[in-house]
């Protein structure tokens, strides 16, 4: 049923009579996808359990507990709901915001129920309005819940003017909703009161909603469910049958053209974005490239990158241009222009080297190029040599080499030196799949010179604090998971192991901060520990502009935000720290050729690595106003690489709260050298 291109919308008349199976067929006529249903305290009959199979339970029934007389009744009734619901499959049950002092009782019964939940998938909304009060109410109430996953928010939104003047600002609103999204947003509720009327009469909403509700589905549309609450408000002339079998229905059709706006439509609907789709906020650990070998398909992902190669043959284009400026190659005296792929894998940068040789503008014949493809991996091999003995475009211009790049001699490459030494042996942090340690021993190797050019030149890596219940939720759930031995991780060590992640429910909350940097050749720098400490100021707009951490500024949210009065920071609860890089891939001069993932910097389409995301044990609350302190340390011993992390918050001079130092002496995490 779903339409416009997959958004759920779902239908609530509480006013009408619990009756499922009624209002089921009626919004299934217009279009909607679910519609709610209150739940039973008693067990009274009700007529829609006899007509509905259990199939339209599962799929398209929503349950509601109402809110009680007092939070005592609605505590003492709330198990009976829940079980009834758990019963009869319904995929989300709807609950009032916490109820005051009786939050602790209200959380341990949510809890239970919850955990008994868990195996029927059953989701719990929790009704939560977009103030920093109710934000902080539900944070709490999670909180107390200990964090489990099927418990998240549902955002309920208020007519404008009801709202104080300092919240109904869209800066401050959309500061909120920043938040929200971090602190597991499921659902987004529009009653229909808080729709405005059209100059034909039809529904449409606020212009500051409709930003809300843009941001929204921009930022979580794949994943979010939207409700529309209430019986119509709107009396249209002539409407006829366009009111729809609910009267409701100009309701729904005006959500699907929100959902179609060409901002909205760019950012859910692209190619990139259904590639992605499978990894939203799915926690994998590094590569381990020295270690492992990479599979086919893998190496076929990566390929499919448009941006990243085509950065790398613009590099190396540029390389040889300025290389050949000194060479003064002619017919009669032809130049070898020698390039070693340090990792070729199947050879995306051996294809791409190879188109940048063509583009030069010299006289045919008077230069050669001789590319020595570097690979360890045995089967990626395989391929290669398929390539370089049926591939016209390689044969007599490649050759395999079948080697650690770390090993490689010059007898390996015909006793030849290299001009350029291009790889990709970049992680999400930049160093942390052993770039360092597999490019510095090659390029003081015989095989190179000292004017050997590198490509990439030199990468820096970037951190930011991050509010993420679900991967903090996500990563916890990895102590479950099997390990080496087939034992499961354990609680400390899946708390202290980073993890490669295309960020999704998640809010960046800070601009992100250099930590350091590696060059290439760094014939004087044989240290490759770093560390770097970091300090993150208040910042009025949580970073709101910098989204979910991955992906491009977007300068139409930070146009608003900047207006944003400094009061709307508020407090905040961080989850860890969300890690990034940048890459020099060539400089000369003024003329450079980067990529990035740093929000700051991003590769717009580039997609070949996902940030990485440092959890702590447990979340930090930041109170309004206050400093965090970042610490984080690169480490390397008995042929292994770490990373060590933590945070301090504080405030004019006291110390708040700290985390400890995750991950020391690399007992829970590493990559092996």
Not at 286 to 314: G, N
Not at 470 to 494: C, S
Not at 552 to 562: K, L, N, R, T, Y
Request: proline share 7%; glycine share 6%.
């Amino acid at each position: 049923m779903a339409s416009a291109k997959s958004l759920v919308v779902g239908l609530s008349m509480p006013q009408l009579k619990a009756d499922a199976a009624g209002l089921l067929h009626t919004a299934r006529e217009d279009g909607y996808d679910f519609v709610t249903t209150v739940l039973p305290h008693s067990q009274d009959s009700r007529s829609d359990v006899t007509v509905l199979t259990g199939r339209w339970w599962r799929t398209s029934v929503v349950g509601v507990v109402p809110d009680a007389d007092t939070p005592e009744i609605l505590v003492h009734r709330l198990p009976f709901q829940l079980e009834w619901a758990i019963h009869m499959g319904i995929p989300a049950v709807i609950l009032p915001a916490p109820v005051g002092e009786m939050v602790v009782e209200y959380a341990r019964v949510i809890q239970a129920l919850a955990l008994d939940a868990q195996n029927n998938n059953l989701q719990i909304w929790i009704q939560t309005e977009l103030n920093d009060k109710s934000l902080r109410e539900y944070e709490i109430l999670h909180r107390l819940c200990d964090g489990l996953s099927n418990i998240g928010m549902m955002l309920v939104m208020e007519p404008m003017p009801t709202m104080n003047s300092a919240a109904a600002t869209v800066a401050s609103q959309i500061v909120l909703l920043h938040k929200a999204i971090g602190a597991q947003l499921k659902a987004v509720c529009f009653p229909t009161k808080v729709f405005l009327t059209n100059k034909r009469g039809y529904p449409t909403l606020a212009k500051s909603h409709q930003v809300l509700f843009t941001e929204v589905l921009k930022r979580v549309g794949r994943t979010v469910r939207v409700l529309l609450d209430g019986l119509s408000v709107h009396q249209i002339p002539n409407a006829g049958d366009g009111m729809g079998a609910t009267l409701c229905l100009p309701y729904l059709q005006y959500i699907r053209h929100m959902r179609q706006r060409r901002e909205v439509a760019a950012a859910l609907d692209s190619e990139q974005a259904a590639m992605e789709n499978a990894y939203l906020d799915s926690l994998q650990r590094p590569l381990q490239p020295l270690k492992d070998h990479l599979e086919f398909s893998m190496y076929e992902t990566f390929e499919k990158d448009p941006v990243k190669y085509q950065k790398y043959q613009e590099a190396v284009y540029m390389a040889l241009r300025d290389g050949c400026s000194n060479l003064s190659p002619s017919v009669g005296n032809p130049k070898q222009i020698t390039i070693v792929v340090a990792g070729a894998g199947r050879g995306p940068l051996v294809m791409r080297s190879i188109l940048a040789f063509r583009q030069l503008e010299v006289p045919q014949g008077s230069l050669i190029l001789r590319i020595y493809a570097v690979e360890k991996n045995p089967s990626a091999v395989v391929y290669l040599e398929s390539q370089a003995r049926h591939n016209p475009e390689w044969y007599g211009i490649v050759k395999v080499v079948r080697s650690d790049a770390r090993l490689l001699t010059s007898s390996q490459i015909e006793g030849q030196c290299a001009d350029i030494v291009v790889s990709e042996l970049l992680g999400s942090f930049g160093d942390n799949e052993l770039s360092p340690e597999c490019l510095d021993p090659l390029l003081r190797s015989d095989c190179c010179r000292a004017s050997t050019v590198s490509i990439p030149m030199q990468y820096t890596t970037f951190l930011s604090p991050i509010s993420s219940i679900r991967l903090h939720t996500d990563a916890k759930q990895q102590a479950q998971v099997p390990h080496e031995g087939g034992q499961p991780l354990g609680i400390m060590r899946a708390m202290e192991t980073s993890y490669v992640v295309r960020t999704h429910a998640a809010s960046q909350t800070h601009l992100e901060q250099a930590c350091w940097s590696f060059q290439h050749p760094s014939p004087h720098d044989r240290n490759k520990e770093r560390s770097a400490a970091l300090e993150f100021s208040p910042d009025p707009t949580c970073a709101a502009a910098y989204g979910c951490g991955y992906g491009p500024v977007d300068p139409a949210i930070a146009s608003i935000v900047g207006q944003a009065p400094e009061a709307t920071a508020g407090p905040l609860t961080i989850h860890g720290f969300i890690g990034s890089f940048s890459a020099m891939l060539y400089a000369q001069g003024d003329k450079t050729c980067e990529i990035s993932i740093a929000p700051h910097s991003f590769s717009k389409d580039m997609f070949s690595w996902f940030p990485i995301y440092f959890p702590f044990r447990e979340p930090l609350h930041v109170p309004a106003g206050s400093n965090i302190s970042a610490n984080i340390w690169r480490k390397n011993a008995n042929g292994r690489v770490w990373y060590e992390w933590c945070a301090k918050i504080h405030r004019k001079g006291e110390v708040i709260d700290v985390t400890p130092i995750h991950n020391p002496n690399g007992r829970s995490s590493y990559v092996s050298m």
